[in-house]
């Protein structure tokens, strides 16, 4: 019989957060693959968990996957933990997940703290539909990013390491110096602190008090703009004007301004256009 994967959360920063199902499964298999060997063992050491380690991180993943793939063929049951949280999000767990699927091995996953859920639970923005862009890149390629994050309709979140925090608020503000800002630190841990306010506010607070521990940043959904049909009505015209047919002027004016593309048309043909 096959082996399985288990994706095994363990806690983000209080140790009670390890759950009885994630400590009798670390116990229960053959091999524990681990980002961070000293780390995790550690962990194991305080659970009492004796299961074989192995490494898998970012710099062996390709490697270390067929290793897994061959443990899990040969019967051998094997867990995979991330330095801290659920694994899987954001880190080298999506590859070995993505190519033991694809052998037909099963994978179980045994739920647990996660930074970005338990972040957004708390934020007090928008929760019915949120997107999460993963780390926060340095450099030039943070504004593009940062760009299209702010232009999206839902809450955003993002994971940002302390030592480029102050340039993230930055960059947010000079996109939209009003929008709600939510960075919430050290989740679980003794210091725990979600500060809100709009990037200024952000960026005065973190000057004056300091910048500690692990950020998780989440960003304030952009307000939807609200088009009248009128609106609608000086599109079609514009795009008439420029050659295009009334079903397709209406079309395509009605999906830039989120209107009724039926509606804009029957008003269209009241008007008297043809």
Aim: net charge neutral; charged share 25%.
């Amino acid at each position: 019989m096959a082996g399985k994967l288990y994706l095994c959360a363990t806690p983000i920063g209080n140790l009670e957060d390890m759950s009885l199902r994630a400590i009798n499964t670390l116990k229960g298999v053959d091999f524990i693959a681990a980002e961070d060997t000293r780390r995790t063992g550690m962990l194991l050491k305080h659970f009492s968990i004796e299961s074989k380690l192995i490494q898998y991180h970012k710099f062996n993943e390709r490697k270390q996957v067929d290793n897994i793939i061959e443990l899990l063929d040969q019967g051998k049951d094997v867990a995979l933990v991330s330095d801290a949280g659920t694994p899987g999000i954001s880190d080298p767990g999506e590859i070995l997940v993505r190519a033991v699927n694809g052998k037909g091995h099963k994978v179980v996953p045994i739920p647990g703290p996660c930074a970005l859920i338990c972040a957004l639970t708390i934020s007090g923005l928008d929760t019915s539909e949120f997107k999460f862009i993963g780390f926060m890149p340095k450099g030039n390629s943070k504004k593009p990013v940062l760009e299209k994050a702010m232009s999206e309709h839902c809450t955003v979140v993002f994971y940002q390491s302390p030592h480029d925090l102050l340039s993230t608020l930055e960059q947010i503000e000079k996109i939209d110096n009003q929008r709600k800002v939510v960075a919430v630190r050290e989740i679980t841990k003794i210091y725990e602190e979600k500060i809100a306010g709009n990037a200024k506010e952000l960026i005065s607070h973190f000057n004056e008090r300091g910048i500690k521990g692990e950020f998780t940043i989440l960003i304030e959904a952009k307000e939807e703009e609200i088009h009248t049909i009128s609106q609608g009505i000086v599109l079609v015209e514009e795009l008439l004007e420029q050659g295009q047919f009334l079903k397709e002027a209406c079309k395509n004016a009605a999906k830039e301004l989120n209107l009724g593309q039926r509606d804009l048309y029957q008003f269209m043909i009241n008007k008297g256009k043809k």
